[in-house]
């Protein structure tokens, strides 16, 4: 099958017709992408919008990365594929988590057709837990400072979420070290497509 009638397949998906805003499944995929975002789940705004990241999080973790929107949005460049594609809803302490359902049903045929992906960027615990499940036990903090972001095909990030403020300014080495060299793994991966 080919990527685009898999990714057509996954866009009419509606195994989950009980999502409070209704299935709409974001995803975003070029047989040609260099880099895989695997983030949680997209929320409200991105649901509204129909766009993966495309709200204060987008803008945040597109700085990060040091790439334009053009880039970022280009699906032979950047592959999207959140851990469940479609709003999951609201809980207590923020967005429900992705509905395992979604991964199990489609996440492996999808990674099958990109055979490019240079470099994997890995968002939230659902995510890393799938990715680098063998990191699981360890908290964010020791994830994402543990790793060796210069060499490792993953790369654990925390959520770039406005929420994750606290975080941030209680990890300053993120931004000072890890960032630099996200960076640079972003750039050679997309120049050496």
């Not at 495309?54 to 699906?75: A, H, V």
């Not at 000072?176 to 997309?190: D, F, G, H, N």
Request: a positive charge.
């Amino acid at each position: 099958m080919s990527l685009e009638t898999l990714l057509a397949e996954v866009r009419s998906c509606s195994l989950c017709t009980d999502l409070p805003l209704g299935p709409n499944p974001l995803v975003q995929a070029g047989e040609g992408a260099r880099i895989l975002i695997a983030g949680q789940a997209p929320g409200r705004i991105t649901h509204h919008k129909d766009r993966p990241f495309d709200d204060p999080s987008g803008n945040r973790l597109r700085e990060w990365l040091g790439i334009t929107r053009e880039t970022f949005y280009d699906p032979d460049q950047v592959a999207v594929l959140a851990m469940g594609f479609c709003y999951p809803g609201t809980g207590k302490g923020g967005d429900l988590p992705p509905r395992p359902l979604c991964a199990a049903t489609w996440r492996g045929r999808l990674l099958s057709s990109l055979p490019h992906l240079k470099l994997t960027l890995v968002i939230g615990q659902y995510a890393q837990a799938w990715h680098l499940p063998h990191l699981a036990r360890l908290s964010l903090t020791e994830r994402v400072r543990g790793q060796d972001a210069a060499a490792s095909p993953v790369i654990a990030l925390p959520h770039p979420s406005p929420r994750n403020g606290i975080w941030l300014k209680a990890n300053p080495w993120f931004g000072e070290m890890l960032l630099p060299t996200l960076r640079q793994r972003v750039k050679a991966a997309l120049d050496n497509g």
